[in-house]
C-alpha cells in the first residue's frame, strides 16, 4: 500500500488526534541544567514514556524524541491497548477491506501518535515521532506518512526519516514544503554534511554511544571518545556549511548519549537528546558546570587502535574531504535531483567512486538484523563504509522493534 484513501485518511487522522488542552505547565528550573544551556546547547529528552520523562522534566528541556524502540517500549507495557482496540473496531466499521499488513501499520500510525501526543500534552512542548522502518525506501510513502503525521499535531510534531536514498531525496522536497524534519541515523560527519546541503533538514544527527560500542565490542581499541570525535567533527562541518551556504541551516543532535560524562564533554553542541538515566548522572556529577568549555575545534584522540585490521575504517567518519565537498556540489548541479529516484542516486554516488549506499542483499539484510545493532566488523569487508554500515544496522535493529509492536497489534486482529 502506498498511500491511503482521502476517506480513510480523514477516519484515521481523528481517531490518532486527542484533546491537548489549552494550559501551559509550569515546571521548575535547574540551575545545573540552566548555566549548562548557557555553552549554547538545547536539551531534549530522549524517551517514549511519559512517566520517565516526568520524572527528569525542568524547564531547561525544548523537546523529545521517541523512536520505534522506544516506542514498542511503551506499547509492550499494554498502556496503549485500549487504543489499539478502538482503532481496530473503528477500522472494521469503515474500511473492513484492508489487508492485515494494511491494518497493522494504520493502527501503528494511530499509536505513534497517541505516545507522541500524550507528551506534546504533558509538556507542551516539540516531540520527534519516527516512521514506519519499512517506509524508508520507498519515497511515495515516506512523503505520504510524513504528511499524514504533520497534519495530525503541526506545531508540536517534528518527523522523524532514516537516513537512506530515498530518505534524502524526501527530505528534500518535504522541507520545501516547510516541515520540521529530524533526519536520523546518522554515523558520520560525510552522511550529515550531504543532508544539510541538499536536504537541510531541521536536525540531523550522530548516534555517538553506538560509534564507541562497536570500537569496543570488535575489540579495535578502548572505544573511549571516538563518538565524541565524530560528533564534534560534524558540527564543525555544518558550522562551515551554514556560514558558507546562507540556505542551510541544519542543527546536530548528539544522540545515542550513555552518560553523564558525555553530556560534559560535549558541552555547545546545537542539540543533544538525552535518556533519563543519562540526566540524572549528569546532574549527580561533583565538577560544576561552570569549569566546563566547548571541546569543538580541539583534536580528540579517540580511543582506536589503528594498527588494528579495521581501525582505518573508523577515519572516514569524521572527514569531509574535498573530493566529498566537489560530489555534493555535482550532485546538488545535477539537473533531474528533484525527480531523482534513490537507485538513480546510489549510481550516482557509484559513478563517483563514492562509497555510500552499499548494495546490500537481502540475505545480507537478514544477517545484519540477526546480528544486531552492532556489527562485527570480520564479517563486512572493507568495501562497507563504516558509517553505511552503521546507518542499516540501526534501521535494521528499528525495523526489529517494530516487528515487535506490529506482532502485538496483530495479536488483536
Known sequence: MTTVSGELDDVIHEIACMELGNDQPVFQSDPTMARFKETGTELWVDTGDLEKAQTIWKSEFTALTTNNTLA??????????EVIHQTISRLNEVASGLTEEERVTEVGFVINCRI?????RAFKTKV?????PSMSRNIGRTLDYARRYYRVCPEYFIVKIPL????YLSVRTLRKEGMPINFTLGFSARQNYLAARLSNPDFVNVFLGRLNQVVSENSVGGGDLVGEKVTLATQEALLIARKQYPEVGTRLIGASIRSGEQV???AGLDVMTIPPSAMEEFLKMKHPVGTMSSNIGEDINPGIDFSHPHGLRFQKLWEVPDAFVQFVNDL?????????AGSEMESFCRERNVDLFYPFSPAQ????LDLG?????????????????????????FSKDQAALDDRIRSFL
Open 72 to 81: 514498542n517500549q511503551v506499547v509492550q507495557t499494554g498502556v496503549m491497548d
Open 116 to 120: 507522541a501526543l500524550r507528551l506534546v
Open 128 to 132: 520527534s515521532i519516527e516512521l514506519h
Open 164 to 167: 537512506t536514498p530515498e530518505g
Open 264 to 266: 560534559a564533554f560535549l
Open 332 to 340: 546538488l548541479a545535477s539537473t533531474n535531483l528533484d525527480s531523482m
Open 365 to 368: 539484510l537478514k544477517k545484519i
Open 373 to 397: 545493532k552492532i556489527p562485527r566488523l570480520d564479517e563486512w569487508s572493507q568495501e562497507v563504509a563504516l558509517d553505511d554500515l552503521m546507518t542499516q544496522s540501526a534501521l535494521q535493529s
